[in-house]
């Protein structure tokens, strides 16, 4: 076995949950909710992203500012999903008596894997945001933007949505919280 599988292999025999979390149901439950949260919405945010870059192709110009947008907005989103899901899959794992030391291992370098993908993606992020943003302001400062105002009672729904998806991820989290310091299948 190689370190991560030893000292996984260790760990999960001390704690349900992983070391950094002191043994604390309260922290791996807060810490899940979030890094499932970023997950459900950095997933849902790229495809958005994606869908109205495909559904706009003919009329957004690739170096149009919508383009931009939306292609640092996924960007964004892309990072979070990447930073975010391995460890997901790392923490609802760890403690589960199915899993292998070797799964957990593989998972770990996975994860150590896709931290040093997340740069050139938020290095990207960073420069398309420090391309676009001078032309942005120009548009936002006109005088036909200083007529278009935001409708917030409009977004409700889109947000309700969102604070739906959260309560659930909430839910989900503290169960498998309860559930591992339990010993109920990891």
Same mark, same amino acid.
């Given at each position: 076995?190689?370190?991560?599988?030893?000292? @996984?292999?260790?760990? @999960? %025999?001390?704690?349900?949950?992983?070391?950094?979390?002191?043994?604390?149901?309260?922290?791996?439950?807060?810490?899940?909710?979030?890094? +499932?949260?970023?997950?459900? /919405?950095? +997933?849902?945010?790229?495809?958005?992203?994606?869908?109205?870059?495909?559904?706009? #192709?003919?009329?957004?110009?690739?170096?149009? +500012?919508?383009?931009?947008?939306?292609?640092?907005?996924?960007?964004?989103?892309?990072?979070?999903?990447?930073?975010?899901?391995?460890?997901?899959? *790392?923490? %609802?794992?760890?403690?589960?008596?199915?899993?292998?030391?070797?799964?957990?291992?593989?998972?770990?370098?996975?994860? #150590?894997?896709?931290?040093?993908?997340?740069?050139?993606?938020?290095?990207?992020?960073?420069?398309?945001?420090?391309?676009? *943003?001078? /032309?942005?302001?120009?548009?936002?400062? %006109?005088?036909?933007?200083? %007529?278009?105002?935001?409708?917030?009672?409009?977004v409700w729904p889109?947000?309700?949505?969102?604070?739906?998806? /959260?309560?659930?991820?909430?839910?989900?989290?503290?169960?498998?919280?309860v559930a591992k310091?339990?010993?109920?299948?990891?």
């Amino acid at each position: 076995m190689n370190p991560a599988e030893t000292l @996984t292999s260790i760990a @999960t %025999t001390i704690s349900p949950y992983p070391a950094s979390f002191g043994d604390s149901p309260y922290l791996y439950g807060a810490a899940l909710a979030s890094v +499932l949260s970023i997950s459900v /919405f950095s +997933l849902i945010v790229f495809g958005w992203m994606l869908r109205d870059s495909w559904r706009f #192709r003919f009329i957004d110009h690739p170096k149009s +500012l919508a383009a931009g947008f939306r292609f640092m907005v996924g960007l964004v989103a892309l990072a979070g999903l990447v930073r975010s899901a391995p460890e997901v899959v *790392y923490m %609802t794992c760890f403690g589960d008596p199915s899993v292998s030391p070797e799964f957990l291992g593989r998972v770990l370098i996975v994860k #150590r894997v896709f931290d040093s993908l997340a740069l050139p993606i938020v290095a990207l992020w960073m420069a398309v945001l420090v391309s676009i *943003y001078p /032309f942005l302001m120009l548009v936002l400062r %006109t005088r036909a933007s200083y %007529t278009i105002e935001m409708d917030f009672a409009s977004v409700w729904p889109r947000l309700g949505r969102a604070v739906l998806i /959260f309560l659930i991820v909430v839910v989900i989290a503290a169960l498998m919280a309860v559930a591992k310091g339990y010993g109920l299948g990891g």
